[in-house]
């Protein structure tokens, strides 16, 4: 079956735009999270959903950073008066059930480059 | 707070060589460990991962063992692949948690 997607998979945007990055998870996951990947680091956790309920927004650097994930399927991760400091590869990732050692699928990423 | 050390790279290697990857890790409690791999232009996937202590997690020849006396969970392969090469990241599941804490990630190319 089909895996993570995100949309798009690149995203070049002027300092102050507001972007928007999809998720599409594996059908039937209740478990999803989104990652920020700077460059030549690791990924770091910036939110977490089960189902609709987003139960762990922690990661989220600024107010700037949005997530939602309405109907518990596709979520969105919405950045608001972009700046040069949120350039990386933002992760999605999504799993079966929020049990600690279940494996967590993860899409390609989307690059986003602020100029 | 959590956290997870590895090796800098790049790791250089021949084909055939032997590999290890070290990891190391900080956590209260008794978390799981993992090791993703991330091919050129792909997503993170799962390699392999031990959820306690001595565990040994195995996968396409690599291994890696749970030791919660030196808290490390190193990353093995007896004969590298050219295919091998890519990004290596190591990382923790907090014990009632279901969110990672990732490494910085080792780089390995291997040469014909």
């Known amino acids: 079956g089909a895996g993570v997607s995100q949309s798009p998979r690149y995203k070049v945007a002027k300092r102050g735009q507001d972007v928007a990055l999809r998720c599409d998870p594996i059908?039937?996951?209740?478990?999803l999270f989104w990652y920020q990947q700077a460059l030549g680091q690791g990924p770091e956790f910036l939110t977490y959903?089960?189902?609709?309920?987003?139960?762990?927004k922690s990661g989220l650097p600024s107010d700037r950073f949005f997530a939602e994930r309405p109907e518990g399927s596709v979520s969105t991760l919405k950045i608001q008066r972009t700046q040069q400091e949120d350039s990386a590869v933002y992760l999605c990732a999504s799993s079966d059930f929020p049990e600690s050692y279940n494996e967590q699928f993860f899409g390609p990423g989307t690059r986003l480059t602020v100029l | 707070g959590d956290s997870v050390t590895q090796m800098e790279g790049p790791v250089t290697l021949s084909e055939e060589a032997f590999l290890t990857i070290n990891c190391t890790y900080t956590a209260t409690g008794y978390p799981s460990l993992f090791w993703y791999v991330q091919y050129p232009g792909e997503g993170l996937q799962l390699l392999l991962k031990?959820?306690?202590?001595?565990d040994k997690g195995s996968n396409k020849g690599f291994e890696a063992t749970y030791r919660k006396e030196t808290t490390s969970f190193h990353l093995e392969k007896g004969s590298v692949q050219v295919s091998d090469s890519a990004v290596y990241f190591c990382?923790?599941?907090?014990?009632?948690?279901?969110?990672?804490?990732f490494g910085k990630g080792t780089m390995l190319l291997v040469s014909p």
């Open positions: 031990a959820t306690k202590a001595d």
């Open positions: 959903f089960q189902n609709e309920a987003q139960l762990d």
């Open positions: 059908s039937g996951h209740v478990s």
């Open positions: 990382a923790l599941l907090p014990s009632g948690y279901s969110t990672l804490t």
